[in-house]
């Protein structure tokens, strides 16, 4: 009977503080046993059910530059980077030519909204409009494409007077 006893005492003593737990609240990604108050409440909810385990994550160590540069990233010369500087707008400039051109194809083939009916769409009234839709929606993303370049060209250094010729 006393042996018994021991077995339940120390059965009680190893099961209680498991049932014992505070209750636990998750606040977003964050789990704490502290009550939330002010305005975490609204954010914060109860865990019910099982134990929850969290298990911190390691830490990133603060690098400020890639290994070898001694801490900084190399700046290029003036005269380099105004190289750079010509390179890309050539390359902008270009860009832009292209998709102004093909803007014009695109319109010429829109029609203003009344293509030509190619021989596929005679009996098929829908594919026609399918067409049509397809054309419009190229219009407006070639359109886009040119204000974006155009954007480009102007953030480079004296953009503003070398994309005047709009």
């Known amino acids: 009977m006393k042996h018994k006893f021991w077995v339940l005492s120390l059965l009680g003593a190893v099961v209680w503080p498991c049932l014992a737990q505070e209750p636990i609240y998750r606040c977003g990604n964050e789990y704490t046993n502290a009550k939330p108050v002010g305005g975490r409440v609204r954010d914060c909810k109860l865990v019910a059910g099982s ?16 290994a070898g540069t001694g801490g900084s990233v ?15 707008r050539l390359i902008l400039q270009a860009e832009l030519k292209k998709a102004q051109a093909r ?8 029609n203003n909204g009344e293509p030509e009916k190619q021989a596929t769409e005679t009996r098929n009234h ?10 419009k929606a190229s219009l407006a993303r070639n359109e886009s494409d040119i204000a974006g370049i ?13 994309s005047a010729g709009r």
């Not at 594919?127 to 839709?133: M, N, Q, T």
């Open 126 to 135: 829908q594919r026609y409009l399918d067409r049509v839709a397809e054309l």
């Open 74 to 88: 190399p700046k290029a010369d003036s005269a380099e980077q105004r190289a750079r500087d010509a390179d890309a």
């Open 51 to 66: 134990n929850v385990t969290v298990v911190p994550g390691t830490r990133v160590p603060k690098a400020a530059a890639p």
């Open 150 to 162: 155009r954007r480009e060209l102007e953030r480079l250094p004296g953009g503003a007077t070398a």
């Open 103 to 110: 803007q014009e194809e695109l319109q010429k083939e829109y």
